[in-house]
């Protein structure tokens, strides 16, 4: 990965950690106890869900002779194996849902897929090997990167937010307000790296990722709808279920401790494009119907 990339994408992905963490209180956790439906609606989508709607995806492609690149593959799988990033809780507030359930399911699921996405693609990894096409997944990097970007962030944050919480309020403020920004600039660095790659490869990708988030965000309504939940709980799974970390995604593609190619990652930058233009279409749906 170019150096340029490298400097813009580890910041992000521990900035959006770091502020995750600084809205964390203990009883997020609590949450989960207090109302465990809809918590444990939320992480099955997340979890188990959405890998197993991506896969299938796949799999459809294939049987149609449409069938992606391995490479292709692997980016998708990961993307849809990264827990919700952050964003999610500042879609959830646009789109009057329950923040709170949004932090909560966030958290737990960033804890959560540090054990379960180093599982899961291994598993892919092995699954699509043949020939003509090797390519190994370290997992014990995966584990210790996760950790050192996701987890000491969280943690750090959570802590200065215990013990400082009218400053962590004010970092919040102004992490929040740069998050976006930031994400915009490493998908705009990316594309003009890969510009060809990513124009040639658009058309399939960009209906793989568009069909992905329709196909998850609806079984968050239908999940939510069968249990019954309120509202601003429907409305959280929605984007809860349908966002993914696409910083943690590229991080991991281009990672030089484990898979250290670029083209894994572009999935990802698609997955980005689309995700956002689809959920803020969602908010704005929400703003209409004036419920």
Aim: charged share 10%; hydrophobic share 55%; aromatic share 8%.
């Amino acid at each position: 990965m170019n150096m340029n990339a490298i400097f813009i994408v580890l910041p992000i992905l521990t900035l959006l950690m770091f502020d995750l963490g600084l809205t964390l209180k203990p009883a997020d956790f609590k949450l989960i106890v207090q109302r465990p439906k809809p918590v444990l609606i939320g992480l099955f989508g997340q979890i188990v869900l959405l890998p197993l709607i991506a896969w299938g995806i796949i799999q459809c492609l294939s049987a149609f002779e449409l069938p992606l690149s391995a490479l292709f593959i692997i980016g998708i799988m990961l993307v849809a194996c990264s827990p919700g990033g952050s964003s999610s809780n500042v879609f959830s507030m646009l789109a009057k849902g329950d923040v709170a359930l949004s932090v909560t399911l966030t958290a737990f699921s960033s804890l959560i897929t540090l054990f379960t996405l180093p599982l899961i693609m291994a598993w892919v990894v092995g699954s699509i090997q043949n020939p003509d096409f090797s390519i190994q997944l370290p997992v014990g990097n995966l584990l210790i990167q996760n950790i050192v970007l996701m987890v000491i962030p969280i943690a750090v944050g959570f802590i200065v937010n215990m013990f400082r919480e009218k400053a962590a309020e004010k970092i919040h403020n102004v992490l929040k307000r740069i998050a976006m920004p930031a994400l915009v600039l490493l998908v705009t660095v990316f594309f003009f790296q890969h510009k060809q790659t990513i124009v040639n490869e658009f058309a399939s990708l960009g209906l793989t990722m568009t069909v992905l988030i329709l196909a998850c965000t609806s079984c968050g309504a239908l999940l939510s709808w069968i249990a019954r939940l309120s509202t601003k709980e429907r409305r959280t799974l929605v984007i809860e279920i349908g966002m993914q970390n696409a910083a943690q995604a590229i991080t991991i593609a281009c990672s030089p401790l484990i898979f250290n190619n670029e083209e894994i990652a572009i999935p990802a930058i698609i997955y980005a494009l689309m995700m956002n233009l689809i959920l803020l279409a969602y908010v704005g749906i929400t703003k209409i119907s004036g419920k």
